[in-house]
């Protein structure tokens, strides 16, 4: 068609199971196999102008909120360079990644598009270049301009995903929030608001987060005097509970004392559903309510990987706990129902 332009869309490498190859022992380890990728650039040369660039090259258990950093440092040096962006990234930590860049770029208002795969280009069978030239289709129509991941069939809000399975192919899914589209033979998108209203603002980096945060999951039998030292501590800033059901605890042993004075310190103890599932629900129980009396603050229907990036991102902002509270309720990009 004359005169019709292709989107010029950035692929930013970070590594993971995408670009691996098997190290003596047998196991994947990171092995640059970004040739096999840029090679099919020209294959992909009708949906869009590609552009490459490697931020690390690495299996994503070894992430860290400084490669988050550097990632959304990236984007928000190319945005006006590009249409769109594509991510390719270790699937093991792939969600906590779409979170963080979910709170980092603020008005985003351009397709940024991460995807992995389960098995790395290498090998027969291969899911890479399924996802990745589907990634790449999903930047260049340009229908979703979020930070979303695109993974096998589905296409997903970046901050609603969370990885369900170790070995199948179709690896995530989105428990709370519906599909932003759906990969069959053609590209189906889903009606869906985008995270930041109209009219655009410019974009603005806010890509800074607290590692000062600990997790923990309850179990029948837990002993939390650890807390106790964590609080008198007062190194971390922040403590996550998985709780039971929709957020219950245990509340006959010295847990509701605890959370108070957590409350207290100025340390916000996140409630959050141990059902990847099931959305947070306290008031429900009596187990749950006497939580919240106690100071807990409820993760409502986020991800477990959304509410522990959210809870990282807002310390890096405030140590108030009246803000804290407040941001951890309202819907930043998307990440929490109304
Ligand atoms: N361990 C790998 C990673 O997260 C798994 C994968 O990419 O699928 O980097």
């Known amino acids: 068609m004359p005169g019709k332009k292709v989107p010029k869309i950035l692929l930013v490498f970070t590594g993971g199971t995408i670009s691996m190859a098997k190290n003596s022992q047998g196991s994947w380890v990171p092995a640059k196999h970004t040739a096999e990728i840029t090679n099919t650039f020209a294959l992909m040369k009708k949906e869009a102008c590609l552009d490459s660039h490697f931020v690390v090259d690495i299996d994503s258990s070894n992430m860290t909120p400084e490669i988050w950093q ?24 792939l969600s906590y990644t779409t979170s963080a860049l979910s709170f980092a770029l603020v008005n985003l208002h351009k397709p940024v598009i991460l995807t992995g ?40 809000r970046g901050n609603r995903s969370s990885k369900q399975y170790a070995q199948k192919i179709d690896a995530f899914w989105s428990p709370q929030y519906p599909l932003l589209g759906e990969i069959g033979v053609d590209i189906k998108y889903f009606p869906h608001k985008s995270p930041f209203s109209r009219p655009k603002k410019e974009l603005k980096l806010q890509s800074q987060f607290s590692t000062r945060v600990i997790s923990l999951s309850l179990f029948p039998g837990f002993e939390p005097h650890i807390l106790s030292d964590i609080i008198e501590e007062k190194w971390y800033r922040g403590i996550i509970i998985r709780g039971f059901g929709p957020g219950n605890i245990n509340t006959e042993n010295e ?31 009596e187990t749950g309510q006497k939580a919240i009396v106690a100071g807990a603050i409820s993760a409502a229907d986020m991800t477990l990987e ?20 407040q941001i951890m309720a309202t819907n930043i990009a998307g990440e929490m129902g109304p």
Request: hydrophobic share 45%; charged share 15%.
């Open 117 to 156: 795969a389960q098995k790395p280009i290498s090998e027969l069978g291969s899911d890479s270049m399924f996802n990745l030239f589907n990634s790449v289709k999903v930047a260049a129509h340009r229908r979703i301009r979020e930070v979303a991941l695109v993974f096998d069939t589905r296409i997903m």
């Open 255 to 285: 847990l509701l004392s605890l959370i108070a004075r957590a409350t207290e310190r100025a340390i916000p103890v996140l409630l959050i559903s141990s059902c990847a599932g099931g959305t947070t629900i306290l008031g429900t129980y």
């Open 70 to 93: 550097k990632i959304a440092a990236v984007i928000y040096a190319k945005y006006h360079q590009y249409d769109g962006f594509v991510i390719t990234h270790g699937t093991d930590t």
């Open 306 to 325: 959304t509410a522990t990036v959210k809870l990282m991102w807002t310390l890096a902002q405030t140590n108030d706990m009246a803000s804290i509270r």
